[in-house]
């Protein structure tokens, strides 16, 4: 003992120490610990050093803390080191860190209450946990569940599971759960639904017994015991409840912060309820019984819709609405009364005020009379021995008196509701077993504890002394079992504070006996037990500073009674004239209900009524009552210690299983530990006490293989011997040397506390040593690496540096060298040059000499020649002076000419100026006045050259005359007269030359101003030229960023539309899978029912013919829907004759079938006017193209100069477009409605929708358009304006300054070029314009396409079979859809998304609804058909071959002639009718598989069915082949039911099903099914009979066996999958076992009976093998494998979510390699492809994510994307539930799980925690037709068919 104590209390080992805020504190050594120390030195965990001081006495040292990998384990009883602070520690990481609420403590179940609703209690977890091993699975209360009915159905014994704990711990919360579980695994053994029953008790009880209190908002306010009945299948069939000391108090007093109980809050919060308006209720504030506690309100709690659902479950327990509104009169009476005032009349009366409201209205409620009931509330009568007395009552007594009236009743009702609930769940059915559920209140201890905390205490003492006695049973079997020999272990015995509480003279006793005084008082009471128990019973003691109080030592702690009111709580009295006044009620029968067993006497004093009145009178006594008042009722107290002995007794009959609820803190916050608070409870509620049971024998138990298993690395190689339990004894006889630490059992080794750890530390030492040695090893190979690889490097460097000091060297000498040659060239440089210096100097010298000399001569030559040309030119300049006088002389006279004739010509110029004016006014035409100035100027210049010609001649005449008058000249002179007159002309003509100058001054300037004005129109037309050319190019600019961005839009659109339509393709595939699964469903369900409808037939056959009736459970089989119409009968009743389908034919009503027939020709109207819609619709697309042709080549025709008729024609062709499309609307509606069977189909409404787009974007370019030439109009007159806004007289003025011809051209030019451009721009719009309504048109033309399209496929299918119509339209449908969603992206690529995927899904749900309309036409027809024929039987008197209801009928059977083949015909199979029994038998029910399977072809009965039927259908006989196809329906459904659990029969039918449904569809004769056909097999096709009905029904019925062979492969592979996928070590020696305390598991080591991964990977050979023997189709078991796979993950990851040993790193690897196993098994089989891959992938990311680290943010990120098949509740889960294995592994760390749940918020999934395993994948069946030609099948003679013959 002392090594192992200095061997485990070193240096770093860690203890717990107490401490007064968290009640145990962890600390660690600093110094190893030595014998003789008398302290410890300790380091806490926040750093701080301390001295511990040992007790010097007892050298006690502190506690051990476990190993971390034991931290947080399951079960407490695995802890190595079993003592409180482990076990608070273990719970509080459990609870904070993992959110995980259950913990085992051995055979306890230890559930905190997380004060937040969890997601842990839903139907899938209900169905992980059904069938599952207690310890197999983490703790939960659905385990506690599984195990008790487990053990009942087991053991033969009735089961208990008992709840316990403070009040708001979730007592209540965690019975509820417990029932919920029962009820859903058991189911019911009637239709009562007897499990919503004993749910919908919970309710109930909750609103009228459960309150709000300051510990809990729910707090159930009594006791109550379940006893859930179960028949002997173990289904329950009824309950019963049986309640505890309800707490009668609270209904007239509430503490501050508390409330009533709920359902008066309720009540008030529906007073507005027209039904409680009689009630006369107002809120809950108004009442005193509601509004004491001032919380009258419960966060988040609606009261009224909690009535709601309290009424509900009163309904669905059979208590009706009348009654309901009694019950809700008795508690709306207990409100008023207690708001009835009494006041004093004086010191010893009271009296209530006349027509107090409350109190009338109490008794309007109740029907009884206002004075009687006042006068009994103030008064009492008292009995003496000769009279009796009416006593009034003070105020407090009569306030007194009225609340325990109020608490009578209540507990009245209260019982009565009780005892209805029993009712109602009580049977007729005999009671084999029962399930009880006992929710008790735990130990409590307040500040003033009074009755009912005593009365509580004392029933959790019974409880505790119970749990004690099986608690060491439990672990005396356990060691008789293993045979090791055992010592009473000393408990803790509560017997004593039992016998001081209930035995004689006990505290019952002598309170009993008080109460039965006539003058008894608490006083007088506690001074009985002092004298009694104060000096006898240790367990008793009494206050010192109190006489009215005493002290019990429970086994959970003292608890101090307050003795007050212990007397009147015990008597619990009531007035007897207050009853009285009730019971006379007349007009309230359920108050007299309430209390018609109400005993005579009602107080224990034995009171006797007496009259009213106020005077005392006095009454003889009645002998009779004398007697019958010696009858006193029991005590409360009594009472309650009777029923508590009934319980004991009812539990010590059964097993029971233990539920201790904890509440981790008094405020209710969420995960919330308070360690003092938990401590406390787990002291009171035993779980403490189980440990100190546990730890003082040999709490850790290990079975020998994982004892082995986990401790081989302390063993040498030589210890290991062939037999592992001896290996065991001498391994561990080497390591403890203590043989009293540990003994050895017959499977197990058990230890003692500590043993567990001290064998961890040696382990983890070994490991430890062993690690340091590899490290030592891999850390000298690293070093050994780093210094070859440094001495590498450094020879490396060497080569390197010697290489390059000779590379320096050769490099200098070159550089040497080629300084030499430099130096020389240099030298040799200098010298040329200063050569070449004084080369140059001398010849430049020479050069300038030569030059001077030069340039001297030049200038003496230069000189000479200078004065030649002066010469010259002065004597030229003489020469034209002389010219230029007489020049002057002469131009001056022609000037003075000039003038005159200028004169003349500016007045006609003036007066035509004045004409042109005028004519521009009267023409204002911008070309008009242009040419009219063109002409203007041409006349001018006429002028001109005329008066030009005028002055050349005059000025000829006048130089002659002016010769003239020279040569005269001297003849002149002497005359005078002449020579005067020549004087006065010359004068004259001066003047007229100087006024000629003046004009001509005044034309030039004008003329410069017109010159001016041209210029500046010209720049202005030129600038208004270029501003056009920039916004031209600006719009070009525009226009192809436009088409760059339409173009790079449409081609983003393009992807998107592709990547949507991708997407909505796979959405659809998923839709129709989910349809297929809901179709399949429907099936299944269906077929259930017609099972249990078969079972009750059966049931009720055997009732008669059997004496004794019982009832026979029988497996579900699968049928359609179809085959109630089309074969109902089964082929039991042909192989007994029965004749009931005779009956029911003779029977049948006519109306029906005129029903029937009335409903087919409505659907055939429908039909024919969805036609006649159809041709209309496509009329009027016609004749809307013709008009718009022909509009169209009217537009085309028209000229481009007049705008305002093409305006208009535009405008009347768009609205007679719109009117087109009005009447292409209308028409469209009337399609919908025709065809979806209602006016505004959504398909319909959709295309609508588009075409009111349509309109819309052309009502847009209409207006572009408008405004595109309203800006042209305005730039055209604004040009206008230009040119005619100028003042006329001012333009005139400037016209006529024009006299240049060539700038007035230029001007006419520029307008033209203007108008030209404006033109072309107008047309380019035009053309826009057109183009958009040419497409326009084309999209008219589609619409109308698409629809004889739609009418085409629509007649197409209805030619197609059944099955392949529904294919062939949605394909068609996708591929439409998606060529119109890529056409119209271009136009409206924003809005075509989303309108194209609504048009796709609804267009989609119109075909199928057309699909269904066509099934049910065809349906109603062929059943039609039956009935008119078996009408048409009847009436005759028809006796030949009875049909039986489920045959098929054609049309009223004419002959037909059929043409006789060949006699070499062959294919085909004759047999008589009466033989049909017989090939059915032979054929099906009696085949074994087996021998078909190895022996004969695949599917050979498949094919014997089709040739005989091909025969039937040769001869054209209908019954044949009607009763031939149902007998062989009913035949496959019979052997399947018979022998479903069968894997070989299953797949053998499903198989031959698949077959015959191939050949069925293969020699149809559709054109579908015969492409693979040979010209032989066409000519085998069916001639006479459409069978695609069948093939229907065939269909439904391989769906059926599908699902009835994934069923069977289930229940054969569930067994397997959690042992071979998780607990089984594939890879041996990855995963080490931890210990698992007394919840064993299931062993995780390969024993003979487990299963390991080879057992399912076989077990999946054998399936596939047995599928591919039958024939079954490839694709269909592709299918299979894909469902198996899907179970086999599904499966595998709800137990790892389930199962905390599991969620480690090695069980990561383990998993990986597994899964890695069943792909190399597909690979191997070639189903690599079938999707059953993909299934696994969930649980390869759970694998994943247990082996990748989980620290930083990046491995957060990473697990994010790597995760995410898994739902964020899974990945949290896995996080939660990680544990290390080793020491050397780390935790999860809490923030590292809130930064994934961070990260994952924004996903949208379902909160889902597990995976559906009951899921189905849909199944289909593709088409597989057969090669084998129907000639060559030869029939074995084994299968005794020799009745058949081949034809």
């Not at 008292?382 to 007594?397: G, N, V």
């Not at 009694?532 to 006489?547: A, D, G, I």
């Not at 030298?827 to 040329?832: A, F, K, L, N």
Request: aromatic share 8%; net charge positive.
């Amino acid at each position: 003992m002392n090594r192992e104590l200095e061997y485990m209390f070193v240096q770093s080992a860690r203890v717990w120490i107490p401490d007064a805020e968290e009640v145990w504190k962890s600390a660690e050594l600093t110094k190893d610990y030595k014998n003789d120390d008398a302290s410890l030195q300790l380091m806490l965990e926040d750093g701080t050093t301390i001295d511990h001081k040992l007790d010097p006495k007892t050298k006690n040292l502190p506690y051990l803390r476990n190993p971390d990998i034991l931290v947080g384990e399951n079960d407490l009883t695995a802890l190595s080191y079993l003592h409180e602070p482990a076990v608070l520690h273990n719970l509080k990481v459990r609870f904070i860190d993992s959110k995980l609420i259950y913990t085992y403590c051995g055979i306890v179940l230890v559930a905190i209450n997380p004060y937040e609703t969890l997601p842990i209690y839903g139907t899938d977890i209900i169905n992980a946990y059904s069938g599952q091993n207690m310890g197999d699975m983490d703790p939960h209360i659905f385990a506690v569940a599984e195990e008790a009915y487990k053990q009942m159905a087991r053991d033969e014994r009735n089961q208990s599971i008992i709840v316990s704990g403070e009040s708001g711990a979730g007592k209540t919360v965690s019975a509820k759960y417990a029932m919920r579980y029962f009820a859903t695994v058991s189911g019911s053994a009637s239709e009562a639904n007897v499990e919503e029953k004993v749910l919908a008790s919970n309710p109930i009880m909750e609103a009228i017994g459960n309150a709000k209190t300051t510990r809990n908002d729910n707090s159930s306010r009594f006791g109550k015991y379940i006893e859930i009945g179960f028949d002997n299948r173990y289904r329950i069939i009824g309950a019963n409840m049986r309640t505890y000391l309800l707490e009668k108090s609270r209904v007239v007093f509430q503490a501050d912060e508390e409330r009533n109980y709920h359902i008066f809050y309720q009540l008030c919060a529906s007073a507005n309820q027209p039904e409680f308006k009689n009630l006369r209720l107002s809120t809950a504030n108004d009442f005193l019984y509601t509004r004491q506690g001032r919380s009258p309100v419960i966060e988040g709690v609606d009261d009224a819709k909690e009535l709601r659902t309290t009424r509900h479950a009163f309904t669905l327990l059979g208590i009706n609405e009348s009654y309901q509104i009694g019950l809700f009169q008795v508690l709306a009476a207990i409100l008023h009364l207690g708001n009835v005032e009494i006041k004093d009349r004086d010191s010893d009366s009271s009296l209530i005020a006349p027509n107090n409201r409350h109190l009338t209205a109490f008794c309007e409620l109740v029907g009884v009379t206002y004075q009687d009931m006042s006068q009994w509330l103030c008064h009492r009568k008292l009995k003496t021995a000769t009279e009796t007395y009416i006593k009034p009552l003070p105020r407090l007594q009569a306030t007194n008196a009225r609340d325990a009236l109020s608490k009578h009743i209540y507990a009245k009702l209260f019982n009565w509701i009780v005892e209805h609930v029993n009712k109602a769940l009580v049977t007729n059915i005999k009671q084999h077993s029962f399930i009880g559920v006992l929710d008790i209140y735990g130990f409590e201890t307040f500040e003033i504890n009074s009755f009912e905390q005593f009365c509580i205490n004392y029933a959790n003492e019974k409880l505790q002394q119970q749990f004690n006695m099986h608690v060491f049973k439990l672990e005396q079997e356990e060691y008789m079992k293993e045979q090791i020999p055992w010592t009473l272990i000393d408990f803790y015995d509560n017997q004593p504070c039992i016998n001081l509480i209930e035995a004689k003279m006990g505290i019952l006793d002598l309170l009993d006996e008080e109460c039965k005084m006539p003058k008894g008082s608490d006083d007088s009471w506690a001074q009985k037990l002092y004298n009694t128990h104060l000096k006898t019973c240790s367990l008793f003691e009494k206050p010192r500073m109190s006489n009215r109080a005493f002290i019990i030592q429970h086994f959970a702690d003292k608890v101090e009674y307050q003795c007050e009111g212990f007397l009147e709580k015990n008597k619990d009295t009531v007035n007897e004239e207050q009853i009285h006044v009730l019971k006379a009620s007349k007009k309230f029968n359920l108050l007299v209900e309430l209390f018609q067993d109400e005993e005579k006497a009602t107080t224990p004093t034995g009171q006797v009524p007496g009259t009213g009145g106020r005077t005392r009178l006095s009454i003889k006594p009645d002998k009779g009552r004398d007697t019958s008042s010696k009858e006193h009722k029991k005590t409360v107290g009594c009472q309650f210690r009777n029923s508590l002995q009934m319980l004991m007794e009812t539990l010590n009959a059964t097993t029971p299983h233990y539920v201790r609820c904890i509440k981790p803190n008094d405020f209710k916050l969420a995960f919330s530990f308070d360690p003092k608070r938990a401590v406390q409870q787990l002291r009171a509620c035993g779980v403490l006490e189980t440990i100190r049971i546990s730890a003082a024998g040999f709490p850790s138990r290990w079975t020998y293989q994982e004892f082995f298993s986990r401790y081989r690395v302390l063993m040498k190689q030589k210890d290991v011997l062939p037999d592992k339990k001896l290996t065991c004894k001498n391994v561990l006889e080497k390591l403890v040397q203590d043989q009293d630490k540990y003994q050895f059992g017959k499977t197990k080794i058990f230890f003692r506390a500590g043993q567990v750890a001290y064998l961890e530390k040696l382990r983890a030492d070994k490991l430890r040593a062993a690690c340091i040695r590899i490290q030592k090893t891999i850390r000298c190979w690293l070093a050994r690496k780093k210094y070859l690889r440094q001495r590498s490097a450094a020879i490396t460097i060497q080569r390197f540096t010697r290489g390059y000091q000779a590379r320096c060297l050769a490099k200098f000498m070159r550089r040497t060298q080629a300084a030499t040659i430099i130096q020389k060239y240099q030298r040799m440089c200098v010298e040329r040059k200063r050569f070449r210096q004084k080369q140059a100097a001398a010849l430049a010298m020479q050069t300038i000499l030569r030059a001077y000399m030069a340039r001297q001569k030049y200038q003496a030559l230069l000189r000479e020649h200078k004065a030649v040309i002066i010469q010259k030119h002065v004597r030229g300049w003489l020469a034209r002076c002389w010219y230029k006088r007489c020049l002057e002389a002469i131009v001056y006279l022609q000037c003075c000419i000039r003038r005159m004739r200028a004169k003349r010509e500016l007045k006609k110029l003036k007066i035509e100026a004045r004409s042109v004016e005028h004519f521009k006014k009267l023409n204002k035409g911008m070309e008009n006045k242009i040419m009219q100035l063109q002409r203007k100027i041409d006349e001018q210049n006429k002028d001109n050259r005329v008066i030009s010609e005028r002055l050349v001649s005059l000025e000829s005449s006048y130089a002659s005359e002016s010769e003239r008058m020279r040569g005269e000249l001297g003849r002149l002179r002497g005359v005078e007269e002449d020579a005067k007159n020549k004087a006065n002309q010359v004068s004259s003509l001066l003047e007229e030359l100087e006024k000629l100058r003046k004009e001509l001054s005044v034309t030039q300037q004008e003329k410069k101003t017109i010159e001016d004005w041209a210029q500046k129109y010209r720049d202005e037309m030129e600038k208004m030229v270029s501003e056009l050319k920039d916004q031209n190019g600006l719009l070009k600019k525009e226009k192809d960023d436009l088409n760059r961005m339409i173009q790079e839009q449409s081609q983003q659109m393009t992807e998107k539309m592709t990547r949507a339509i991708a997407q909505e393709t796979q959405q659809l595939e998923t839709d129709l899978n989910e349809e297929r699964s809901r179709y399949q469903n429907l099936l299944t369900e269906h077929l259930r029912l017609e099972e249990k409808y078969d079972d009750l037939k059966e049931e009720l056959a055997h009732s008669k013919n059997v004496s004794k009736p019982g009832h026979r459970r029988t497996d579900s089989t699968h049928s359609s829907n179809e085959s109630e119409y089309t074969y109902n009968s089964e082929y039991a009743e042909l192989e007994d004759g029965s004749r009931v389908g005779e009956d029911v034919t003779r029977g049948m009503d006519t109306s029906l079938t005129l029903k029937l027939q009335k409903r087919v020709t409505e659907l055939e109207q429908e039909k024919q006017s969805l036609r006649n819609e159809l041709e209309n619709k496509e009329e009027q697309f016609q004749r809307a193209r013709a008009r718009d042709d022909a509009q169209f080549r009217k537009a085309r025709g028209a000229e481009l100069e007049y705008e305002s008729l093409k305006r208009q024609e535009l405008e009347s062709e768009n609205k007679k477009l719109r009117h087109d499309l009005a009447e292409m609307r209308q028409s469209l509606l009337g399609g919908a409605a025709a065809s979806a069977g209602a006016p505004g189909s959504p398909a319909y409404k959709v295309l609508l929708d588009q075409l009111n787009a349509s309109c819309e974007e052309l009502e847009v370019r209409k207006e572009e358009v408008l405004i595109l030439r309203s800006q042209l109009v305005s730039q055209k007159e604004a040009m206008h304006h230009k040119e005619t806004m100028t003042e006329p007289s001012v333009f005139a003025q400037d016209v006529n300054k024009l006299k240049d011809a060539d700038e007035l051209k230029q001007a006419y030019v520029g307008l033209k070029d203007t108008n030209r451009l404006l033109e072309q721009q107008l047309q380019t719009q035009r053309r826009t314009y057109d183009s958009e309504v040419e497409s326009l048109r084309g999209e008219l033309q589609n619409v109308k396409e698409e629809n004889n399209r739609q009418q085409q496929l629509l007649a197409q299918n209805l030619q197609l079979p059944p099955e392949a119509r529904i294919e062939a339209s949605l394909q068609h449908e996708i591929t439409r859809l998606t060529n119109e969603n890529l056409e119209l992206m271009a136009d409206d690529p924003t809005a075509s998304r989303e309108a194209r995927v609504i048009i796709l899904r609804r267009m989609v749900d119109l075909m199928e609804q057309l699909e269904k309309q066509d099934r049910t036409i065809r349906k109603l027809k062929k059943q039609l058909k039956v009935y008119s024929k078996r009408i048409g039987e009847m009436g005759a008197g028809h006796t030949e071959g009875q049909t039986s209801p489920g045959q098929m009928v054609e049309e009223p059977i004419h002959p037909v002639n059929i043409p006789r083949r060949e006699k070499d015909f062959q294919g085909m199979l004759e047999y008589k009718k009466e033989d049909e029994m017989k090939l059915v038998k032979n054929l099906i029910l009696e085949l074994k598989p087996r021998g078909v399977a190895v022996n004969l072809i695949p599917g050979l009965p498949a094919y014997i069915l089709f040739m005989c039927l091909r025969h039937s259908d040769y001869v054209n006989d209908d019954q044949k082949v009607r009763t031939l196809l149902t007998s062989t329906i009913n035949s496959i459904k019979k052997i399947l039911k018979k022998r479903g659990d069968d894997f070989e029969t299953v797949s053998f039918w499903l198989a031959n099903t698949c077959r015959f449904l191939h050949c069925l569809k293969q020699y149809s004769g559709d054109e579908v099914f015969m492409k693979h056909n040979t010209s032989r097999q066409n000519e085998h096709c069916l001639s006479n009979f459409d069978l695609a009905e069948y093939r229907q029904v065939i269909s439904d019925l391989a769906i059926q066996i599908y699902q009835q062979l994934v069923k069977c492969m289930e229940n054969i592979l569930q067994p397997m999958i959690v042992s071979g996928m998780l607990e089984h070590e594939t890879i041996q020696g990855v995963s080490g076992v931890k210990p698992t305390g007394l919840r064993k598991r299931t062993s995780s080591i390969a024993d003979e009976g487990t299963y390991t991964l080879d057992s399912i990977l076989r077990q999946l050979s054998a399936f596939h093998s047995t599928m591919c023997q039958h024939g079954t189709d490839p694709e269909l078991i592709k299918q299979v494998v894909k469902q198996l796979f899907y179970i086999i993950g599904a499966v595998t990851l709800n137990n790892l979510l389930l199962r905390k040993d599991m969620c480690s790193w090695s069980k990561g690897m383990q998993i990986r390699y597994n899964v890695s196993q069943l792909e190399e098994w597909l690979r191997d089989k070639g189903l690599m492809n079938c999707g059953a891959k993909e299934t696994l992938e969930p649980l390869i990311q759970a694998a994943q994510l247990l082996q990748v680290k989980k620290k930083t943010d990046e491995d957060a990120e990473a697990i994010c994307s790597m995760c995410h098949a898994l739902t964020t509740a899974q990945i949290v889960k896995v996080l939660n539930l990680y544990t290390p294995v080793n020491e050397f592994e780390e935790r999860v760390s809490v923030s590292f799980i809130r930064t994934i749940q961070t990260r994952l918020r924004d996903r949208c999934e379902s909160p889902q925690l597990l995976m559906d395993t009951k899921m189905i994948y849909p199944v289909t069946f593709p088409f597989n037709p057969s090669s084998l030609a129907l000639e060559t099948i030869q029939i074995p003679t084994s299968l005794n068919l020799s009745f058949l013959t081949r034809v």
